[in-house]
């Protein structure tokens, strides 16, 4: 059985195999539209490509079902699509099967947001150059924790995870990399963490400084507004979970 992919260069329907061999495998949660309700791109249309796992262990993480990858859990990736879901089950993919379900299901957006998880766990090279050559532009939203390896174009989000459970280290390379920070604050303490880091770059003047309230807690949003004021850094304020969309 053939999964098919509909090629722009001819406007035709050809059979995977006939096109260049994928390597690389991606271990997919859920993909669907949205409206990107966090950093620079808040309010833009996108496709969310959600990989399962992630080892980093926040404790305020909403999205812990991504976490295990449990073998059990393997389906098809047809079952994984059109919504957010929450489940524990994810499919084994290569990026042009991820592209085709994304023309099967006729999204109009052409900003693909992977996520996760951790979706750095993965070489993100061959999925990123497979979504440009079909025109779509990437993002990835990333702990930092794990080198970023992505086609140049990609738009690189980078939200530091300091002194979580598994006691991993922000990677200054992956700091050097990104296009936008976007830091989870919850007291002052997030903020000063946030400082020894941006200490370390070589620049920040070409870096995007997003400041994102943990859990939208009225205390950590007044904290993250007023230094946004003192800075002219942004504020991210998860617009997608007051507006009650995935």
């Known amino acids: 059985?053939?999964?098919?992919?509909?090629?722009?260069?001819?406007k035709i329907l050809l059979p995977i195999e006939h096109n260049k061999a994928m390597n690389q495998n991606y271990k997919v949660n859920e993909l669907f539209q949205t409206i990107q309700g966090e950093g620079f791109n808040t309010g833009v249309p996108a496709i969310f490509l959600r990989l399962q796992g992630c080892d980093v262990g926040c404790a305020w993480c909403d999205t812990k079902h991504t976490w295990e990858i449990n073998p059990d859990k393997q389906t098809e990736l047809i079952l994984l699509t059109g919504?957010?879901?929450?489940?524990?089950?994810w499919a084994n993919v290569n990026a042009r099967e991820i592209v085709a379900e994304i023309k099967r299901l006729g999204y109009s957006a052409n900003l693909v947001v992977i996520t996760g998880g951790e979706p750095c766990l993965a070489d993100l090279r061959e999925l990123t150059t497979?979504?440009?050559?079909?025109?779509?532009k990437t993002q990835i939203e990333t702990s930092g924790t794990y080198p970023v390896l992505v086609a140049p174009p990609?738009?690189?989000?980078?939200?530091p995870k300091v002194n979580m459970r598994a006691g991993k280290v922000v990677l200054q390379s992956a700091l050097e990399r990104a296009d936008e920070?976007?830091?989870?604050?919850g007291t002052e303490k997030d903020i000063e963490q946030l400082d020894a880091l941006l200490e370390n770059l070589k620049s920040i003047e070409d870096k995007v400084i997003c400041l994102q309230p943990i859990s939208q807690k009225v205390k950590a949003t007044l904290l993250c507004s007023q230094v946004c004021i003192e800075r002219n850094w942004r504020l991210s304020v998860q617009m997608h979970k007051y507006l009650g969309i995935d």
Do not use: A
């Open 1 to 10: 059985m053939f999964t098919y992919l509909l090629r722009y260069t001819d």
């Open 83 to 89: 919504s957010s879901n929450e489940s524990t089950r």
């Open 130 to 136: 497979v979504l440009h050559e079909f025109d779509f």
């Open 154 to 159: 990609t738009w690189v989000t980078l939200s």
């Open 181 to 185: 920070i976007k830091h989870p604050v």
